[in-house]
T-cell receptor, first 114, second 113 residues
Framework: DGGITQSPKYLFRKEGQNVTLSCEQN?????MYWYRQDPGQGLRLIYY???????QKGDIAEGYSVSREKKESFPLTVTSAQKNPTAFYLC?????????????FGDGTRLSIL | QQPVQSPQAVILREGEDAVINCSSS?????VHWYRQKHGEAPVFLMI?????EQKGHEKISASFNEKKQQSSLYLTASQLSYSGTYFC??????????????FGEGTQLTVNP
């Protein structure tokens, strides 16, 4: 079955450490997205990518970095510059960016500070 | 700018109806609706494009009033499975938002037996 796989499900970060969250899709979608969700709040866009080797900052990109070397993969690195990384991180994809394309979400990674 | 959803929370008994609203201060090209159950991924419900058409999905339907920059989600004869947090995601069109969604803070819906 096609879908989006995020790993790990739970992740713990030590002070000063960079961590990378994995997101893989086999839906053959062009566009991919990373969102951050804090308790009781909506989804905030961190980065998105419309095609391979290209990505744009979202609303809260500071302290995060991404790469898009393959169509099916869009890893997110939470750097030590992100001082409050504890949150639920969701990866999504859509066939292409545009107003008529639904976004399909992975099951998320829950990141906490040790 | 983030759309505003109302109400923030609603509690229903099975079989009752509910309306969830989503308003934006900016012109909208489309509105997406998603439902998220606790600890799970959001699930796509429907998209409404400019034109004010109403869409339906089983007993869940929605409308989009582009003049008022508002969308409403209608849940009729609610079922226990409808419980969750409902999010609207708005898009202003390629020329204003780069074809990406801005989500509201969500409306928590609880359906009790």
């Amino acid at each position: 079955d096609g879908g989006i796989t995020q790993s790990p499900k739970y992740l713990f970060r030590k002070e000063g450490q960079n961590v990378t969250l994995s997101c893989e899709q086999n839906l053959n979608h062009d566009a991919m997205y990373w969102y951050r969700q804090d308790p009781g709040q909506g989804l905030r866009l961190i980065y998105y990518s419309q095609i391979v080797n290209d990505f744009q900052k979202g609303d809260i990109a500071e302290g995060y970095s991404v790469s898009r070397e393959k169509k099916e993969s869009f890893p997110l690195t939470v750097t030590s510059a992100q001082k409050n990384p504890t949150a639920f991180y969701l990866c999504a994809s859509s066939l292409e960016t545009g107003p008529s394309q639904p976004q399909h979400f992975g099951d998320g990674t829950r990141l906490s500070i040790l | 700018q983030q759309p505003v959803q109302s109400p923030q929370a609603v509690i229903l008994r099975e079989g009752e109806d509910a309306v969830i609203n989503c308003s934006s201060s900016k012109a909208l090209y489309s509105v997406h609706w998603y439902r998220q159950k606790h600890g799970e991924a959001p699930v796509f419900l429907m998209i409404l494009l400019k034109g004010g058409e109403q869409k339906g999905h089983e007993k869940i339907s929605a409308s989009f009033n582009e003049k008022k920059q508002q969308s409403s989600l209608y849940l009729t004869a609610s079922q226990l499975s409808y419980s969750g947090t409902y999010f609207c995601g708005t898009e202003g069109g390629r020329e204003t938002s780069g074809s990406r969604l801005t989500f509201g803070e969500g409306t928590q819906l609880t359906v009790n037996p």
